[in-house]
């Protein structure tokens, strides 16, 4: 079974900048897409970006300008850069990969928390 594997999340000042990371493992093919959601305290899980096998990108808008969504040279990775976090920005932060747009197949990893307070 294919599992993600996240890295980054922790304590952050506002202003500050974060980097989170995300690797699928046991996968022998490529995703339609992968991507990030988070859940605030008290509130449900949201779409942050998005980005498709093609280079497609899809954010938030209260991410836009703000957060970047890449592809990284290991096959099916990706990134998301963080830049003025906001203390609306606390959540934990849950890695995404969907193989087939048209099938209820998506993977998820663990989360990690991601805490922007001074």
């Known amino acids: 079974q294919v599992q993600l594997v996240e890295s980054g999340g922790g304590l952050v000042q506002p202003g500050g900048s974060m980097r989170l990371s995300c690797t699928a493992s046991?996968?022998?093919?490529?995703?339609?897409?992968m991507g990030w959601y988070r859940q605030p305290p008290e509130k449900q899980r949201e779409l942050v970006a998005t980005?498709?096998?093609?280079?497609?990108?899809t954010y938030a808008d209260s991410v836009r300008g703000r957060f970047t969504i890449s592809r990284g040279n290991v096959r099916n990775t990706v990134h998301l850069q963080m830049n003025s976090l906001e203390p609306e920005d606390t959540a934990v932060y849950y890695c995404?990969?969907?193989?087939?747009?048209?099938?209820?197949?998506?993977?998820w990893g663990q989360g990690t928390q991601v805490t922007v307070s001074s």
């Open positions: 995404n990969a969907d193989p087939n747009p048209f099938e209820d197949d998506d993977t």
């Open positions: 046991g996968s022998t093919f490529t995703f339609f897409s």
């Open positions: 980005i498709t096998s093609g280079g497609a990108t």
